[in-house]
């Protein structure tokens, strides 16, 4: 029969081997809750307080819900991720000098992939910007509100080709900055959907480089341009609004207009664009540079 020496030191090692375990294994789905605690394993029945507390607690490529409306505070994703709070705001309050959400993910990282969904980042005045894109494969933005900021609403500043970012369903309204900076270095794919961007600075610039497609969007009330494209930039505007901004689109680089209303802006269009004969441009203070007809007149049917 064992000795005490023996359940002793039995006991000892169980002990041991329950202090080194760790506290709370990451998971595939984690939740968030104004009443968490970060402590918390982030389950459902037991959520985080925080987004930046929850990340640490999810496996790559996993997913941190909203259990309830709460500001869930700042973070910087470092890993394939979704943060979802559709069907329940979740709520990022920017601080002084700080920005919303940083992406920044390990180039180790298999997917390299990120997506934001029914979120309100607020900068009251004071906050940085709202998301700061650094490094990523892949950024889809969907169903945001981004307002207030002193610099910029989203910053895409990646320094890698072949990226994507997707922006849908969302408002980004009274910034300082720009509402989309499109700043990536390489080559950036960007699509805009149903996107308002209202009383900023800029509703949209594009950098040299970068490859924008605008759909069913509106760009009013900018201090100084509704959309402006850079040398060696592409964009093309589609069913979208352009109105009372300084100038609504202005560009050095190549743009195409279509089914679009340019209207109200103190210049209507500065620089070359090429038109495919469906927008109206009218009421502006300066009509500016006409657009230049793309393809010879086709018939209604069997347009090109």
């Known amino acids: 029969m064992p000795s005490n ?16 375990a760790p506290a709370h294994a990451a998971q595939s789905r984690t939740w968030v ?19 930046a507390g929850a990340m640490g607690k999810t496996v790559a490529n996993g997913t941190i819900n909203c259990l309830d409306p709460a500001g869930y505070g700042t973070v910087t994703i470092t890993q394939s991720m979704t943060i979802d709070c559709h069907e329940i705001l979740g709520s990022v309050l920017v601080p002084e000098g700080v920005t919303g959400i940083v992406i920044n993910i390990d180039p ?12 309100d980042i607020s900068g009251a005045g004071v906050g940085s910007e709202g998301i700061s894109i650094l490094a990523a494969a892949a950024v889809i933005v969907e169903d945001l509100e981004i307002t207030g900021l002193v610099k910029n609403g989203i910053s895409d500043a990646r320094a890698e080709s072949g ?7 969302t408002t980004v309204a009274n910034n300082a900055g720009v509402a989309i900076q ?7 794919n960007v699509v805009l959907d149903n996107v308002q961007a209202i009383k900023n600075s800029f509703g949209v610039a594009i ?7 605008i759909n069913r969007s509106v760009f009013a009330g900018n201090s100084k341009s509704g959309i402006q494209a850079d ?6 505007l589609d069913s979208s609004v352009v109105s009372n901004n300084v100038t609504g689109v202005s560009t050095s680089g190549t743009v195409a207009l279509a089914n679009t209303d340019i209207t109200y802006n103190g210049t209507g269009v500065s620089g070359v664009t090429s038109s495919f004969g469906t927008n109206r441009i009218f009421g502006n203070t300066s009509a500016g540079t006409a657009p230049t007809a793309v393809g010879a007149p086709a018939p209604a049917l069997g347009q090109q």
């Open 5 to 20: 020496k023996f359940w002793t030191a039995a006991a000892i090692a169980a002990s041991l081997f329950v202090i080194s």
């Open 33 to 51: 809750s104004g009443v968490g605690d970060d402590a918390n394993p982030c389950s459902r029945t037991s959520p985080c307080r925080t987004f």
């Open 108 to 119: 180790k990282d298999t997917l390299r992939t990120v997506r934001l969904r029914n979120l």
């Open 163 to 169: 990226t994507l970012l997707v922006v849908k369903n």
């Open 182 to 188: 499109i700043g990536a270095t390489q080559p950036d």
């Open 207 to 213: 950098a040299k480089g970068n490859s924008v497609t």
């Open 231 to 236: 040398s060696g930039a592409q964009m093309t």
